[in-house]
């Protein structure tokens, strides 16, 4: 059993399954498929933080 389901990727992709996602976000990874997608997960779990 799936509780949530999160898919992040490219933009023409995810148009195409949101419908299926409890959350979707743009990703802009390139190269070869696994570095995109280990990529696109970094960008989706990292929250950058400033300090001033």
Known sequence: DVDRVILVGERS???E????AD???VSDATGKPKAA???AFRDFWT???HGI
């Open 47 to 49: 929250a950058r933080i």
């Open 17 to 20: 399954v949101r419908d299926h």
């Open 37 to 39: 997608l280990e990529d």
């Open 13 to 15: 992709v995810l148009g």
């Open 23 to 25: 959350v979707t976000d």
